[in-house]
Nanobody, 115 residues
Framework: VQLVESGGGLVRPGGSLRLSCAAS????????MSWVRQTPGKGLEWVSA????????YYADSVKGRFTITRDNAKNTVYLQMNSLEPEDTAVYYC?????????WGRGTQIAVSS
């Protein structure tokens, strides 16, 4: 089982990034997927989630209207489009796959929003 995040980096406030999380070793299309971020000061913060079919999405209030989660089950990949980035979005972003008692995590990708 593997989840590999990519797309992180340094971006200026107001900029955009798209994160990807490539899954392998399990039945990706059966799993709900989430993005969670971690900062030294705030700890873990749930960001967004998407159901198995991609038709239902959820967002934390802090990112609603700025971030969009999507998935491509044919490519076993989930995405997080992040627009209007703010310094407060600086964190390590992890993707998570969840199905009943099964939870899989990636190793994370770092986002830094700074001028």
């Amino acid at each position: 089982v593997q989840l590999v995040e990519s797309g992180g980096g340094l971006v200026r406030p107001g900029g955009s990034l798209r994160l990807s999380c490539a899954a392998s070793g399990f039945a990706f299309s059966n799993y709900d997927m989430s993005w969670v971020r971690q900062t030294p000061g705030k700890g873990l913060e749930w960001v967004s989630a998407i159901n198995t079919g991609g038709g239902v999405t959820y967002y934390a209030d802090s990112v609603k209207g700025r971030f969009t989660i999507t998935r491509d089950n044919a490519k076993n990949t989930v995405y997080l489009q992040m627009n209007s980035l703010e310094p407060e979005d600086t964190a390590v972003y992890y993707c998570n796959a969840h199905l009943r008692e099964y939870d899989y995590w990636g190793r994370g990708t770092q986002i830094a929003v700074s001028s």
